[in-house]
């Protein structure tokens, strides 16, 4: 018999995607040691593995690879070559269908196009209190995108308008924004896209309690302090309109004690997500709930409440160091809205994170 870690290695899947396969009934070990819970597996179900490794790379449904994986095993090729068909003709009729959207959207952004002056052509000169643009930085780094395809996402947005000024970053299942004070603008809206390396060395240069100058003049961007000073050209992209995504449905509302609850993340249940990471392995989720006393608990494995809200607790412990209070407010609404983790203390500074649907 092979060990898990056998299996893993000659299979095509990660331990964790085992275990994962193992609680979702989809390929159970032969055995499990009733002491050390360590699974076992018979040879001829290497074959199965390294079948479903192939099945999810091609993005078939869990139910599906049940039905491929009972038939394989049961010799019934034609019911295999049925499933595999019909998957197949979907992922074709989905590439048409999105082919064709993407035809029309395209043609929609053409006729958008406007030759007046965007804020991202316009220029603004203004002061901001260094703590507060430091701030405002470590609120929304680690929500920055890194996707190629994405270029606009690989920034920070800063949004200035009237007497704000706003760092938006978002990498479309995480999303931050911070504020901060201003003098000296008082104008029209103006907008920058500041590169990672940019905002990065900005930080770097607020280190002092006095005001520092910001300065954005079409593609350029520069900060000054004292008498050093950094500055680089923006992404030459349109960011997505913030704005739009930031108003939620009423929720759930439960104040926790940050530390408290980073440590209970840590060493708290938690489930694996069909969704997969860069390297192949399932995400880790923890699974939240507000109770009717309107404390925030993490649910066990068999914990299906339909109130459940699953997160991605890698982000979930991100935007709890981000948040930099001692107490934070998480707000929960539907399983299927995004959780936000706000400031006691202010309200316009908040992130947001996608939920992840969880398998029945």
């Not at 060990?3 to 979702?24: K, P, T």
């Not at 952004?109 to 901001?128: F, I």
């Not at 995108?145 to 947005?157: H, N, R, S, V, Y």
């Not at 299942?173 to 003098?183: D, I, K, S």
Request: aromatic content about 4%; glycine content about 8%; charged content about 25%.
């Amino acid at each position: 018999m092979r060990s898990i870690g056998e299996m893993a290695r000659d299979g095509g899947l990660s331990v964790s995607a085992l275990r994962f396969y193992d609680r979702a009934g989809v390929l159970v070990p032969a055995w499990v040691d009733p002491v050390s819970g360590y699974r076992w597996y018979e040879p001829e179900q290497l074959e199965e593995s390294r079948l479903l490794a192939r099945l999810r790379r091609a993005g078939m449904p869990l139910a599906d690879i049940r039905l491929v994986l009972a038939a394989w095993s049961g010799m019934d090729t034609v019911l295999v070559r049925g499933l595999l068909q019909a998957h197949l003709r979907r992922l074709e009729l989905g590439l048409s269908d999105a082919r064709r959207e993407f035809s029309t959207l395209r043609a929609l952004l053409d006729h958008r196009e406007n030759p007046m002056t965007s804020p991202r052509t316009a220029t603004a000169r203004l002061s901001v209190p260094a703590p507060e643009l430091a701030a405002a930085l470590d609120a929304v780094r680690f929500a920055a995108g890194t996707d190629a395809e994405l270029p606009m996402l690989g920034g920070i947005l800063f949004d200035i308008e009237g007497e704000g000024l706003h760092l938006v970053a978002t990498d479309r299942y995480r999303m931050a924004v911070a504020q901060a004070r201003t003098t000296g603008h008082g104008g029209s809206r103006v907008q920058a896209i500041v590169p990672l390396p940019l905002a990065d060395a900005m930080r770097a240069l607020l280190n002092g309690e006095e005001s520092v100058q910001l300065a954005v003049d079409g593609d350029r961007v520069t900060l000054e302090t004292g008498d050093r000073q950094t500055a680089g050209q923006s992404l030459g992209h349109d960011f997505p309109d913030y704005r739009r995504l930031v108003h939620l449905p009423a929720g759930h509302r439960a104040h926790v004690d940050t530390a408290a609850f980073r440590e209970a993340l840590e060493t708290g249940p938690v489930r694996a997500s069909e969704t997969r990471k860069h390297d192949g392995e399932p995400h880790e989720l923890s699974v939240l709930r507000v109770t009717e006393n309107g404390t925030v608990i993490l649910c066990d494995d068999g914990d299906d409440d339909q109130n459940n809200v699953a997160v991605n607790r890698e982000f979930l412990l991100h935007a709890l160091a981000a948040g930099a209070r001692d107490e934070l407010v998480l707000e929960l609404g539907a399983p299927t809205a995004p959780l936000a983790i706000r400031r006691p203390d202010d309200e316009d500074s908040f992130s947001m994170l996608m939920p992840v649907r969880l398998e029945n």
